[in-house]
């Protein structure tokens, strides 16, 4: 695993592809080599190519927007993090438009 910082990001790099870019507050970026593609699962979809299916909780239901998928994801012993309510970030309509498709 290699960790450096590039900028106002934190990114890191595994010796498999893993890619992780973060920016220290709330914007990640992760990325996988497309031999794992359809062998993953979790709160970044499942790297199978259908958008209609990335916003699977961990009971296999799919949930109506982001907000909520980030809350079905939760640890809940961990008391240092709340659950989300109607969080609106602030992006530009190109990047709100990015993130939904």
């Not at 220290?24 to 209609?52: D, M, Q, W």
Request: glycine share 10%; proline share 4%.
């Amino acid at each position: 695993v290699n960790i450096i910082i590039s900028g106002q990001y934190v990114m890191l790099t595994s010796d498999f592809g893993l890619r992780v870019k973060y920016d220290g507050n709330h914007r990640a970026e992760i990325t996988l080599p497309s031999k794992f593609e359809g062998h993953v699962c979790g709160i970044c979809g499942n790297y199978n190519g259908n958008k209609a299916d990335d916003f699977l909780n961990p009971d296999g239901g799919i949930e109506k927007d982001s907000n909520s998928l980030g809350n079905s994801w939760q640890v809940y012993n961990d008391t240092s993090c709340t659950p989300g309510h109607d969080y609106n970030p602030n992006c530009t309509e190109a990047e709100k438009q990015k993130i939904e498709s």
